[in-house]
């Protein structure tokens, strides 16, 4: 049985291990004080062009995303996002957990629109009883979505520019990071993604960390006192080098681009693999995500051979599936799924 | 230059390491579904000696605390501990953050008597007006304490039964479980700790883990929908499987237990170097945190040889300081220690 | 200048005031155990029909609304509202200030649709990721809505038997109760709507108080600790006589039903007036709030002499506005507006 | 029976019922907009001598207090306090609640000493861990405290310099203010109090009020968007005519010195005479809370005649009690009581 049903099935790249088994005596201080951890944030300030940067690395996509919104908004402030976005849906409610509301716009294959921003924006500050109720205070973005779709450096400078003219801060939530970079529809570099930023996330929980998510101030300006937020939030990790040695190897050569690239690869393989079979695309992602429509006849094919999530099930009979590559999905895994496809 | 300044100065146990290369690449389900957080369960419950135990796996202590507390509590309800306790000083507010007082009560060597409770309660109860004040709702020891100290069996039994008086649970913080149950002075067993709580952790991460806390209800009696609102505090690791592996090695063959005796063995002969050199204990502590009261010269010997955690400079120029061993401890170590101490 | 701006544009009916003065010397204990307030609740509860109520009197709208649904709530659930009601909107994000998300369900003039409220919960738990989101724990209904609409006894009990299949809490925020009772297309009587309520709001600020809403248990199922959480959130009153007072006098002879209905013959014959000019209504309201669609040359001539709330101008320069009545509005003053609407 | 239990046993103050009746039909707008408030608002800016005051009319106490302070302090601030202070006591946990610590100080009859904040401020910010607690972000105070005792105006320029020091501001809770400025001991006026604070209270509800306490930043400096927190924290009035009112008929011609120096001059008459049939005093209040260590004979006297609070029975059978006496204390109601003490 091979697993297609996220990119979180297996533990880590070998190099992280390596590491972690090479560095595991070395005595050092805890709470991110330690060497490792100085290493890789200066790899990450380099990575993302931004010397300047303050950069801090928590455990998980739901903790940092609390604990990022949490911390920049102001008591009377809640987060704009699509109604799609992973702190609306599937965090449990940690956002409003904080005390702060989510904001929804209506999301487009998982995207915001600028224009809908601006229009939202606009509405609410023209409305005369805008000061009773919640002002927006941060724009949240996931690059790519959770529908594995990506934003153009048009759509999102636009997005930035919105947010100028309002003066709100964006955050782009980056748990998949490295699988846009890298797909090939992608036109933004890292660098001008960070510059577009207040703050975004680098994961590497789904792209060959065990754990672990970079949060990027760019511009150096991180909430006063976040180290001790970070804490309160229960985000502060006693053995920091777990974080701090991953994100070094991560950043080390280019290997978090490189297993990314593995994916996309795949991935689009993927695609292809399914449309040459007829299979119709509920969306044409660019990334590792892939939506496809299944047939009963594919669906019984594959039974107990190869696994995918269903999101949906339609009156046809087909459904919504997806299918996701990673760092660690291999061309024998995908053949094996061209073989039983019918 | 070696360090005693706390017990998570280095990485894992090897086996720990070897167990996450050895599984690194079977594919299992997120979120605690995989095979080696079960089997991690499972022989815990084995461990702990209740076969109806519920257990849940998290990353950090600070974490743990707050996720249980909140958990437990009602909104009118606060958590009562001494005021040493991790969670009423060194943990940013993360209670409070969660919406509960903590309510201190005197420490006596970092812990909490039976009768001071007694009488608190009663007190409380007795008070006219307490429905304008917050409820004890959960009663919060650590074990052993922030001092290195333990309940006897006689102590904790007799704080169970005023917890059971005034219907109130409790819960015991092991962050150093390990350390406190192999100490020559604990008459307690693994499992009768167990029965005397309604809730516990059984802490990795100053025990040879990377990081790791579980969660056991010895009765199976969880919040009701626990998972959730571990999520919702930022808690749940996506790759799950991290916990699963270590707590599941850590329960192989009694691992846990062997290296947490390890470091007891060598903080018993730590202390007794210091004495038999005539310094003075700070408190005589038997677990693997030393309190001992150093003086300038010693200082002076061990600069940029040996670190040690500093905790307060007394009026005569010596030092109380803390001298922490760990499952990573050598006797080497502790050799370089004797040989430098005048 | 005459305003239909509002509900609450005066004082408390002259009866209220009366009250006060006569009691004011009268020395009673605090914080709600006065013996107006055992008064005003015994009335409350005939009046409602459910010897076994609890009720509390609190303040406030928002107030109310927050403490109820906050102490209703565990931790992981949220409350469900159309994305109109007050709660999702206009409270400045109250709700979610005690850390539970708003789940909102579209609204038709501002009505939650029974079927469309099975249909979410229905789609909620068949979602298998559904512990990865916030559960539904109680339904927030306002009555009359925030569009002046009300729920028929019919549609009431299909909300009802929803929730009951779903175990679920009804909330029903009667901040305009007396005005929707009073209309005459309402085809609930109080005890009925009671029966339908887990719990449910008596708004007296906007019915002749000068503040206070009753909050009814009616089967005297309040929290546990209830008054401890008003207290928490801020909702004790130590005058409690203040509410106690004015509720006692709404519901002695039927005071509150009797200015409630005065309102609703104004409200009726505001409407007549203004369908019989001509004037579009932007939606039919049984009961104080009409919405009109205003003409730019009504609006100039009523411009200086009466006013009334803007709530969207349209293309054409029409405005779309809201004319309250209230307990203290006079046949005088529609007479006013009468002369000068051309 | 006449009760001396508390300063809130009647309604309000004839003055202000007169004016809620000539008011009552004047159509003003909501929350705080109507014309009362703005004349009440420049009655107490002219009173406390700061033409840039903000002021702000809320509620009740425990509310305000939770308002301000939370809306004073960033997320990883608490409020130090006395052990004794309200809001460390008897306010159901409503500032942990908004996710805020309470550090506390030891208390000397109620009151805070500048030397103990200053040396734990000094020993808080010399711990090399102290981005580990909860960071001190205002400092609360109670003027008079729960005890009635008054800070001399040494005493709170001594906290003012240690606040300034470290750059915190002051909070004075002002619940019983009138009862403390009138005091014969009291060397303050409300302008050298007012220019001492950062923010204080001025308490309607103890001083002749149905309700309300008014929030005072003497410098203008409310927390950005202070109306819409406190809308979210439930404490926004919609009739806010009722407080504007009440506070524009205490600030006129002193009423609210006035009726409170009758308070005054009524206990220190209460102490003499209890002092002169040779009770002792618990301690010496100089404001309108007094304690006194009742004997038992007295407490037969006075059964069913007069009551009073008791806090505490000492082992000789004597309790310890609080006498109020407030702005609605008559001589009448002190001779009866007179007449009955032995």
Chains 1, 2, 3, 4 share one sequence.
Not at 3 to 29: K, M, V, W
Not at 36 to 51: D, H, L, M, Q, Y
Not at 265 to 290: C, H, I, R, W
Request: contains cysteine.
């Amino acid at each position: 049985m091979i697993s297609f049903t996220c990119d979180y099935n297996e533990g880590a790249h070998p190099a992280i291990l390596d590491a972690l088994a090479r560095t595991n005596f070395i005595q050092e201080p805890g709470y991110g004080a330690d060497a490792f951890t100085e290493s890789a944030k200066a790899r990450i300030r380099k990575a993302v062009g931004c010397p300047e940067a303050e950069v801090f690395l928590l455990t998980g996509g739901t903790q940092t995303n609390s604990t990022v919104i949490a911390t920049m908004l102001r008591d009377y402030q809640g987060v704009v996002a699509v109604e799609t976005g992973h702190i609306a849906v599937h965090e449990a409610g940690a956002v409003e957990y904080t005390g702060h509301k989510v904001l929804t716009l209506p999301a487009h294959e998982g995207k915001m629109q600028a224009d809908e921003l601006s229009a939202y924006l606009a509405r609410f500050y023209a409305d005369g009883s805008y000061e009773h109720m919640v002002l927006p205070g941060l724009v949240y973005l996931s690059f790519p979505t959770e529908y594995g779709t990506l934003y153009s450096k048009a759509e999102l400078t636009a997005i930035r520019e919105v947010c100028d003219h309002y003066q709100l801060p964006l955050f782009v939530d980056g748990a998949r990071l490295g699988y846009g970079l890298m797909s090939p529809e992608c036109d933004l570099t890292l660098e001008e993604l960070a510059r577009r930023c207040d703050v975004f996330t680098i994961g590497g929980t789904k792209v060959g960390a065990l754990c672990g998510e970079a949060v990027v101030f760019p511009s150096g300006k991180a909430p006063e006192h976040f180290f001790t937020m970070v804490k309160q939030h229960g985000a502060l990790l006693a053995k920091g080098r777990l974080l701090g040695v991953q994100f070094d190897t991560l950043f080390t050569d280019g290997l978090y681009f490189r297993i990314a690239r593995n994916a996309i690869g795949l991935a689009m393989q993927l695609k292809e693999l399914f449309v040459s079979k007829g299979y119709e695309l509920f969306l044409d992602s660019p990334t590792n995500q892939q939506f496809i429509v299944l047939t009963e006849a594919a669906a019984k094919a594959l039974e107990g051979e190869v696994a995918y999530e269903v999101w949906e099930t339609l009156p046809d009979g087909r459904a919504v599936t997806r299918f996701a590559t990673s760092w660690a999905t291999t061309p024998e895994q995908l053949a094996t799924l061209a073989a039983l496809l019918p």
